[in-house]
Structures are given as structure tokens and as C-alpha cells.
């Protein structure tokens, strides 16, 4: 953490209050459809300061621990300045040429966008060099957790896994042939339509159905438990819904952080 001592991580009170009040409207949320299941909320930072993050990991009464971002470049850059307490989540579109660098990153929890053999055995090589030179400086450095991304609405525009035999087979690789990977599950980002048609937690999500086909499907084929493997689907729109329909994680960023500036306006400090 030797970074944060040039960095002015002032946190305005008035931004931090308001930040946690939406975050706690957003747990509140959550645990009235989840009903005392377990539900990870990841709150989406990306394009948001750190003094956002800072200010609800270390100011909220229960701290938020599980923070999630799109940009490689940002989430190494924001992983260099805040506490190692915080837990990383990379959600994405990956790339090959980031592996190495996400890999090595010791508190990122999870990568949700593994589309490929060829990233998932990049993962699991690099992840495995940093866990072999944690070991010898007296650090823990635990598996990479992953998520498979399900392409559900088989938009050209989203990446994601083929549903069916492509899914299965990424899925068999990891959790036979990627030690240092540990599959986690799936995980979709599904159509904007049929989000905005299905925002209640009564109405049925045709993306977030088929994920849960597909879940199904993987683990009686790799003979796990369906419990064993959890879904990560919902956003600031369909969050409920994704969670009548089993999520066991869901992805928040505007109903928590209020709306994200342009990429190209965006600052990791200010
Ligand atoms: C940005 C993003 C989110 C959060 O979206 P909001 O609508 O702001 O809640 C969730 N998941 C992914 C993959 C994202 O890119």
C-alpha cells in the first residue's frame, strides 16, 4: 500500500453519506426477495473514483467488500491504491492480453467473463505463478475464482460461451484441467429488452431462465450438485428478478454510484 501515501484519499461526507444510503436501499432490496438465501452483491465501480470505493469499504457500518470493474488498466490501477481487504471482481469483456496482468492481481476474487479455452488456461497459468511466488514471501494467494459467460440472447454484440456444448466443454476444462481456477459458476448479461420487460421480481427473464438451464446442465453432466455451482446474473434493472430466478450474485453500479461520466471523462482519482 506504499501508493496511497501520495494519494489524497479525502473523503467528502456528504458523498459518503449518500453512497451508503443507496447501497444499503440496494441490500435492503435484495434481502426481501432472497428471502435468507445468500446473495453476493458486487457493486460496479467502474469509471467511479476511488474515494467512492474507499468511502463505502471503510465507512459503511457493514462494510461493501465485493467491488466489480470492466477496464483491466482501471482495476489494476485501483487495486494498486486501495487496501488489499478489498475483493476484486473482473466483469468485463476479457481479453488474452490481459490475463497475465488480472491474474496476478492477489485479491482479485473473481473473473466473470471466461469465453474461451484459450483465456481460461491463460488464467490458470499466470494465477499459478503468482501462487508459487506468494509461497515463498509468506503471503496467501488463493485460487481464481471464475464465472463461464453464457451469450443467452445470442446477440452478435455480446460475448459469451455458445449455450449447449461450447459452455459444457469450457466448463469441464476448468474444473478438470485449470488447478489453479476454481469454476464458480455462470454468469449472463442478457438483452436490454428483455431486462426492461422483466424488472419485478414476479416477472420471468427469458436470459436469466436459460442460465439456469445452462447451470443445470453443466453440473449433472460434470456430476456436481446444483448448489454447487451459482449464477451470476442481475443488474441495476432486473436485480429482483434476476433473484426470484436463483442468482446467487448480482452486478450493481448506477443504482448505487448514480450514473457513470463517459469513459474517455472518467478519473481513477480526483
Ligand atoms: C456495468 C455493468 C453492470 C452494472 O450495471 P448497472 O446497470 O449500472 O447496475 C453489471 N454487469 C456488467 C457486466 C456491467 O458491465
Known amino acids: 500500500m506504499s501508493e496511497t501515501a501520495v494519494v489524497d484519499m479525502k473523503i467528502d461526507p456528504a458523498r459518503a453519506s449518500a453512497l451508503i444510503s443507496q447501497l444499503q436501499g440496494v441490500r435492503e432490496r435484495i ?4 428471502q435468507g438465501r445468500p446473495v453476493r452483491l458486487v457493486a460496479v465501480s467502474k469509471l467511479k473514483p476511488i474515494n467512492d470505493i474507499l468511502a463505502l469499504h471503510t465507512t459503511a457500518t457493514s462494510p461493501q467488500v465485493h467491488f466489480g470493474e470492466n477496464y483491466a488498466q482501471e482495476l489494476g490501477q485501483k487495486a494498486a491504491l486501495l487496501p488489499r481487504s478489498v475483493q476484486w471482481h473482473f466483469i468485463g469483456g476479457l481479453q488474452s492480453g490481459h490475463c497475465r496482468s488480472l491474474a496476478k492481481i492477489p485479491n482479485l476474487f473473481c473473473v466473470s467473463s471466461v469465453d474461451s ?3 481460461a488456461q491463460l488464467l490458470d497459468k499466470y494465477r499459478g ?8 514471501e509468506g503471503e496467501e494467494v488463493p485460487r481464481l475464482n471464475v464465472h463461464v459467460q453464457v451469450n443467452t440472447s445470442g446477440e452478435e454484440s455480446k460475448s459469451g460461451c455458445a449455450p449447449g456444448a461450447d459452455t459444457l466443454a469450457l466448463c469441464r476444462v476448468i474444473v478438470q484441467g485449470c488447478p489453479h481456477l476454481r469454476l464458480l459458476g455462470l454468469m449472463t448479461i442478457g438483452a436490454i429488452a428483455r431486462s426492461r420487460a422483466a424488472t419485478t421480481a414476479e416477472e ?3 436470459d436469466f431462465v436459460a442460465l439456469r438451464a445452462q447451470r443445470d446442465l453443466v453440473a449433472t453432466e460434470l456430476g456436481l450438485g446444483v448448489d454447487e455451482l451459482e449464477l451470476s446474473m442481475g ?32 478519473k481513477v482519482v480526483v
Open 31 to 34: 434481502a426481501a426477495v432472497a
Open 117 to 119: 479455452l484459450k483465456k
Open 129 to 136: 505463478e503468482r501462487i508459487a511466488s506468494s509461497s515463498s
Open 204 to 206: 420471468e427473464n427469458e
Open 235 to 266: 443488474m441495476s434493472e432486473d436485480f429482483e428478478s434476476a433473484i426470484a430466478l436463483g442468482s446467487g450474485e448480482v452486478r450493481v453500479g448506477s443504482t448505487i454510484f448514480g450514473e457513470r461520466p463517459a469513459r474517455a471523462d472518467a
